[in-house]
């Protein structure tokens, strides 16, 4: 009997002894507390992921970002060009050049189906007025990103090395110009604005550029 009493008073010490080992080992607070907190809120959720987008497309700017400078859209806009997000065809003159970046709001939020209309001069300063070479419009994705594949645009008289675009939200159309940093005529071009500046980087090839469209709009 009191054996037996014994080898229960033995069990009952030893599952106080595993449950105390067992809190102590649940509970070295600070670290595994934080740990979990951190899991929780960078969980893939439903909400994480229809937000992501909004992310991308917030780091690429700082809000309120200012809006794009409008610009005079110049002598060659033509109507009605395809829809084209791949302007650089065999044959076209100047350095191939992929520009991607988003289209969002000052607030930074993207803005998907917005339409972005690009045409600009060839590697040697040449527009195709008879055609549509260099030309086209495309629509944003549903994280409001695009991308364009074109060249860099060569020099003609009186103008330093630009990109022509039109920005279409909600039926209200912007109407500008992209730069490129580091060309000399930049400085003598009196329509060139430093705001419109796209990030280039001559190290990839092609040579790769971004720049994020920023509207008027909340
Ligand atoms: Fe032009």
Same mark, same amino acid.
């Given at each position: 009997?009191?054996?037996?009493?014994?080898? $229960?008073?033995l *069990?009952l010490?030893? !599952?106080?002894?595993a @449950?105390? =080992?067992? %809190?102590?080992a /649940?509970? #070295?607070?600070p670290?595994?507390?934080?740990?979990?907190?951190?899991?929780a809120?960078s969980?893939?959720?439903? $909400?994480?992921? *229809?937000?992501?987008? !909004?992310?991308?497309? @917030?780091? =690429?700017? %700082?809000?309120? /970002?200012? #809006?794009?400078?409008?610009l005079?859209?110049?002598?060659?806009?033509?109507?009605?060009?395809?829809?084209?997000?791949?302007?650089?065809?065999?044959?076209?003159?100047?350095?191939?050049?992929?520009l991607?970046?988003?289209?969002?709001?000052?607030?930074?939020?993207?803005?998907?189906?917005?339409?972005?209309?690009?045409?600009?001069?060839d590697?040697?300063?040449?527009?195709?007025?008879?055609?549509y070479?260099?030309r086209?419009?495309?629509?944003?994705?549903?994280?409001?990103?695009?991308?364009?594949?074109?060249?860099i645009?060569?020099?003609?008289?009186?103008?330093?090395?630009?990109?022509?675009?039109?920005?279409?939200?909600?039926?209200?159309?912007y109407?500008?110009q992209?730069?490129?940093?580091?060309v000399?005529?930049?400085?003598s071009d009196?329509?060139?604005s430093?705001?419109?500046?796209?990030?280039?980087?001559t190290?990839?090839?092609?040579?790769?550029?971004?720049f994020?469209?920023?509207?008027?709009?909340?």
């Amino acid at each position: 009997m009191m054996s037996r009493m014994r080898i $229960a008073l033995l *069990a009952l010490a030893l !599952t106080f002894v595993a @449950a105390c =080992a067992g %809190t102590t080992a /649940a509970s #070295p607070s600070p670290t595994p507390l934080a740990t979990s907190t951190t899991t929780a809120s960078s969980a893939p959720t439903a $909400a994480a992921a *229809a937000t992501q987008a !909004t992310t991308n497309a @917030a780091l =690429a700017c %700082t809000a309120p /970002a200012a #809006p794009l400078v409008e610009l005079t859209e110049g002598p060659y806009y033509k109507a009605n060009p395809p829809q084209n997000a791949t302007l650089r065809t065999a044959g076209v003159a100047g350095t191939p050049l992929t520009l991607t970046g988003y289209v969002v709001s000052t607030s930074c939020q993207p803005i998907a189906n917005a339409k972005l209309d690009f045409w600009q001069a060839d590697g040697n300063g040449s527009y195709d007025n008879s055609g549509y070479t260099l030309r086209g419009w495309q629509l944003t994705d549903q994280s409001g990103a695009y991308r364009l594949e074109t060249v860099i645009p060569g020099l003609y008289p009186g103008r330093t090395e630009h990109i022509h675009f039109k920005v279409t939200v909600s039926g209200k159309t912007y109407t500008s110009q992209l730069f490129f940093p580091g060309v000399s005529q930049n400085a003598s071009d009196s329509i060139y604005s430093t705001q419109m500046l796209v990030t280039l980087n001559t190290a990839t090839s092609p040579v790769t550029g971004t720049f994020t469209f920023v509207v008027n709009v909340a």
